[in-house]
């Protein structure tokens, strides 16, 4: 397998698209001048506080499974964090990682589609580990947060990385062989669960509900007034 280390580099994800790497290929870097969030945010990448890489793949299946993917991704990260705290860990659908309350990990998945097929998939995963308060800028110190601030100690970057890499890979070769994703775990574990929720569209609400489930499909299920409503893209908040 190819691994790729980058003391500092733009972004992963963009060093990802630059080459042709092979399927399973890991970029990983220490910092980042110019990480990149969704909805063209950034990623500030302190060096050595946080883990900052790309995985690239090339699964070869239908399109139709692209949302799954987050959820694949989300789900593995998931599991090894949790392993690693004490604080209330969840999944924040369908791409982010929440603890207590806070988010302390992001994904930035690109996909190249061709006949049909996914042909790449560029996963992006940003984690906050030993970032202390002062390390976040003003206006998202009250929604990010790291492993060290909830926890109360510094973790080992290397340890929890290696670990996610091999649960990835774990769960990543099961999918693609066996089309096998636990929704059901998943939805145990999502962030809101059966709280009163909206869903934006860019920055805006357009649906009020329940959030009740996740389905098989991989969307969110909400209850309105009126039925239930099937979620595939959208951003997701709670309801105050
Ligand atoms: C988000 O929460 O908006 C997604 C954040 C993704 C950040 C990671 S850090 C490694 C990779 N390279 C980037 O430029 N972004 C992703």
Do not use: C
Not at 163 to 181: A, G, H, P, R, S
């Amino acid at each position: 397998k190819k691994y790729l280390y980058f003391e500092e580099i733009d972004s992963t994800n963009i060093q990802a698209k630059r080459e042709n790497y092979e399927d399973g290929a890991v970029i990983f870097a220490e910092s980042q001048t110019a990480g990149k969030g969704r909805k063209n945010r950034k990623w500030i990448s302190h060096k050595g506080l946080g883990l900052y890489f790309t995985i690239v793949l090339k699964p070869e299946i239908e399109v139709n499974y692209l949302s799954h993917f987050s959820l694949l991704f989300n789900y593995s990260v998931f599991k090894v964090l949790r392993n690693y705290v004490n604080g209330k860990i969840k999944i924040k659908w369908p791409n982010d990682i929440y603890l207590n309350g806070k988010k302390i990990a992001g994904f930035l998945i690109e996909s190249s589609i061709e006949n049909n097929s996914i042909s790449k998939l560029i996963v992006g995963v940003g984690i906050n580990v030993n970032q202390s308060i002062k390390d976040f800028e003003e206006d998202i110190k009250e929604v990010a947060t790291s492993l060290k601030i909830e926890e109360g100690k510094t973790f080992s970057r290397k340890e929890i990385f290696l670990d996610i890499l091999q649960q990835i890979e774990k769960d990543y070769l099961k999918f693609i062989k066996e089309n096998y994703l636990d929704i059901k775990k998943i939805e145990e574990n999502l962030l809101w669960l059966n709280q009163d929720v909206m869903i934006l569209e860019d920055g805006k609400p357009i649906l009020s509900g329940k959030l009740i489930g996740l389905n098989e499909d991989g969307s969110l299920m909400l209850r309105t007034d009126e039925d239930l409503r099937f979620v595939y893209v959208g951003d997701l908040s709670i309801r105050n």
